[in-house]
């Protein structure tokens, strides 16, 4: 189990807003208004669950990141 803070990223010019990471993981990502996943709770799911919304997406919208590393990099 790694102890490194990382956190899942929404890249929203890649999302697709299907919905199916919300499904998977609904307390951590969230359906905005605009149609884009959002995670908006980073920590209230498990890593395995995350890791599983994220193997779901179906255009690979969602990345891991550092928990302080600028959204807008990678
Ligand atoms: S699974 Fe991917 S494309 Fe679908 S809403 Fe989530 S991030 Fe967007």
């Known amino acids: ?5 990382k956190v899942p990223f ?3 010019e890649t999302c697709i807003g299907c919905s199916a ?8 990502f969230e359906m905005q208004e605009d149609g884009k996943s959002k995670a908006v709770n980073e920590a209230s799911d498990s ?6 919304a994220i ?14 590393e600028p959204a ?3």
Do not use: F, H, L, Y
Not at 47 to 52: F, G, H, T, V
Not at 56 to 68: D, E, G, M, S, Y
């Open 10 to 12: 929404v890249d929203p």
């Open 47 to 52: 890593e395995e669950n995350i890791q599983n």
């Open 21 to 28: 990471c919300s499904a998977v993981c609904p307390d951590v």
């Open 55 to 68: 193997d779901t997406c179906p255009v690979q919208a969602i990345r891991w990141k550092q928990k302080n």
């Open 1 to 5: 189990m790694s102890m490194a803070k």
């Open 72 to 74: 807008e990099k990678g």
